[in-house]
T-cell receptor
Framework: DGGITQSPKYLFRKEGQNVTLSCEQNLNHDAMYWYRQDPGQGLRLIYYSQIVNDFQKGDIAEGYSVSREKKESFPLTVTSAQKNPTAFYLC???????????FGQGTRLTVV | GQSLEQPSEVTAVEGAIVQINCTYQTSGFYGLSWYQQHDGGAPTFLSYNALDGLEETGRFSSFLSRSDSYGYLLLQELQMKDSASYFCAVMDTGRRALTFGSGTRLQVQP
């Protein structure tokens, strides 16, 4: 079945450590996105990529980094520079039509 | 930039009809979308309006008025499983990325 897979579902990190969240899609979509969601809040755009080997900062990119070496993969690294990293992270992809985004099941990151 | 405003919470009873409004400020967008998210889950696509007017998909309908910078999601024959958060979103013509509203939490009561 086609879809987006995020792993792990839950992640614990010590302060000062970098951590990488995985996002893989087999929908053959060009565009991929990372969003952050805090409790009771909407989704805020961290980074996005419209094509392989190219990505752009979203609204809250500070403390995060990404890569897009393959069409299927868009990993997000939460660096130690992110001051408040505890959140729910959602990866999404979109095909040629701008009508519908497909989301992964999310990774809940907790800093301990 | 884009900004979207929605009510934070709405409560309704089973079988009723509820309308969730969304007002937006945008420099340019393709259309207005609606997503549903159950607690702890992923957002799922519900509806999209590219043009002004009403779009109907089963129990859900969505409306857009570009001249009023306004849209709404209408849920009919409410069921308990409709209890979730609902987000409106616009696709920016410049960066081709969705900007979401803060979400409306719908509680359906027996």
């Amino acid at each position: 079945d086609g879809g987006i897979t995020q792993s792990p579902k839950y992640l614990f990190r010590k302060e000062g450590q970098n951590v990488t969240l995985s996002c893989e899609q087999n929908l053959n979509h060009d565009a991929m996105y990372w969003y952050r969601q805090d409790p009771g809040q909407g989704l805020r755009l961290i980074y996005y990529s419209q094509i392989v080997n190219d990505f752009q900062k979203g609204d809250i990119a500070e403390g995060y980094s990404v890569s897009r070496e393959k069409k299927e993969s868009f990993p997000l690294t939460v660096t130690s520079a992110q001051k408040n990293p505890t959140a729910f992270y959602l990866c999404a992809s979109m095909g040629g039509k701008v009508t519908e985004a497909f989301f992964g099941q999310g990774t809940r990151l907790t800093v301990v | 930039g884009q900004s979207l405003e929605q009510p934070s919470e709405v409560t309704a009873v089973e079988g009723a009809i509820v309308q969730i409004n969304c007002t937006y400020q945008t420099s340019g967008f393709y259309g207005l979308s609606w997503y549903q998210q159950h607690d702890g889950g992923a957002p799922t696509f519900l509806s999209y309006n590219a043009l002004d007017g009403l779009e109907e998909t089963g129990r859900f309908s969505s409306f857009l008025s570009r001249s009023d910078s306004y849209g709404y999601l209408l849920l009919q024959e409410l069921q308990m499983k409709d209890s979730a958060s609902y987000f409106c979103a616009v696709m920016d013509t410049g960066r081709r990325a969705l900007t979401f509203g803060s979400g409306t939490r719908l509680q359906v009561q027996p």
